[in-house]
């Protein structure tokens, strides 16, 4: 079936599903496999369900017109998103970067919405998968999208701006994560600068962070609009001592935003979200409100009480950025107390023990009160084996009984599947 032919389809039934349990009722349904799991065995019970068509490479029957028999589903899924994007005459902003691309892009969000209709990424869908449902969802009505792009192999965001082609551009930052996939730094600076060459052949315009050196290398010749702390940024902001708070400059209206994120890590997310509102033209208060009521979720930056414990959690993901940016804010805070909960970093390949031995260097350099470390990569390491347990409940034994004190604060931080989130399960 041609693209053409299914994008009339899609238009009489815009939902796309890729999960019988969440079933959309006359949505098209798209049998994805892969290593794991196989879509294709489902396809009956899709439509069943209530989906209206079903993509498919394998059909059950191929005398019932709903099943809609193609080469390759994922394939198909990528080119019908392509051909959705082409009729879109729409700014389309894409976020890449190795840390903060899903706050930046909330928060981006968060502002743009005060005046436009905008879709956007949900969760953190930012992959091959994740890119054409996120442009599959964009319904007629939109006036701004902002796409989310992740990447753990080499060319990765060239492909997803191929699919989604964004004429507006923003990356975070660029540091180590996923080194097992990409291998070297060096891999990492042009999978992700690959989103600066898309918008730069659109001629779009870049939203670039002033204070990085490197990003303002690799955006040069670029029509760009920058924001950072340093004086030559378009918006300029200072980052105030407590939760990220921060002052600007007159060029925007002056005055300042107190945001309810924790780490100065922050600061370039918020400021990024601030440049892109006012680019667009969003009023100053409705920024403002944008970035003041924005409440981080889903264990990102998120701050929670727990009788006279504070807790920071922080254990959406983590890699060597992300993490020792991290361990400096805690030791940076006011409070009397400080504990570090840090679960392995995951994806390092062969870097990895070196770069755990770094956090460990990190870490003693800091003289943190009790450091508790869970993996086998830490397990590694010349830590003490005091702050070594290889099982959670090992560790959150010996957590509690040392969260005896008032003015507390506890960082709690690992990849993903470390599922660090569950020391608050005693508390």
Excluded at 346 to 366: C, F, T
Aim: proline content about 3%; glycine content about 8%.
């Amino acid at each position: 079936m041609q693209i053409s032919t299914l994008y009339q389809i899609y238009k009489s039934h815009p939902q796309v599903c890729t999960d019988t349990r969440n079933i959309i009722p006359q949505s098209l349904f798209f049998c994805l496999k892969g290593e794991r799991f196989n879509g294709n065995l489902f396809a009956q019970a899709a439509l069943e369900k209530g989906a209206a068509y079903v993509l498919t490479e394998e059909p059950q029957s191929r005398e019932d017109e709903r099943f809609i028999i193609v080469d390759n589903v994922l394939e198909t899924l990528q080119k019908l998103a392509q051909y959705h994007r082409l009729q879109l005459d729409i700014p389309v902003i894409g976020i890449t970067g190795t840390n903060g691309k899903t706050t930046t892009k909330e928060l981006v969000t968060a502002v743009l919405s005060k005046k436009y209709r905008v879709t956007a990424t949900q969760g953190n869908l930012n992959n091959h998968i994740g890119v054409p449902l996120t442009l599959l969802s964009i319904p007629p009505d939109a006036e701004m999208a902002v796409v989310e792009m992740g990447a753990n192999h080499p060319h990765e965001i060239a492909e997803l701006c191929r699919l989604s082609q964004p004429n507006f551009g923003l990356i975070t930052n660029i540091g180590k994560a996923h080194l097992e996939g990409f291998g070297n730094v060096e891999t990492i600076i042009a999978t992700k600068t690959a989103l600066y060459e898309a918008v730069r052949q659109r001629q779009g315009t870049l939203f670039v962070h002033a204070d990085d050196t490197l990003l303002m290398q690799q955006s040069e010749g670029c029509r760009r609009f920058t924001y950072g702390s340093c004086a030559s940024a378009d918006v300029k902001g200072e980052l105030l001592p407590g939760s990220v708070q921060m002052c600007f400059n007159e060029n925007v209206g002056g005055g300042r935003i107190q945001t309810q994120l924790v780490g100065d890590y922050n600061f370039p997310n918020a400021m990024a979200a601030l440049a892109v509102g006012c680019y667009f033209n969003v009023g100053l208060e409705q920024c403002r409100a944008a970035l003041t009521d924005y409440e981080p979720g889903n264990g990102r930056s998120q701050i929670l009480k727990k009788g006279k414990i504070h807790f920071i959690i922080d254990a959406y993901n983590a890699n060597p950025s992300s993490m020792s940016l991290a361990i400096r804010n805690m030791a940076q805070l006011s409070s009397e107390h400080k504990v570090l909960v840090l679960g392995d970093m995951r994806e390092l390949g062969l870097e990895s023990l070196r770069e755990h031995q770094q956090m460990v260097d990190l870490i003693e350099s800091l003289h943190f009160e009790s450091v508790f470390l869970l993996g086998d990569e830490f397990g590694k390491t010349t830590a003490p084996d005091s702050w070594k347990f290889s099982t959670m409940e090992a560790l959150k034994d010996a957590l509690k009984s040392c969260l005896q004190h008032k003015n507390t604060s506890v960082l709690v931080k690992g990849s993903r599947g470390m599922r660090m989130e569950r020391v608050l399960e005693y508390f």
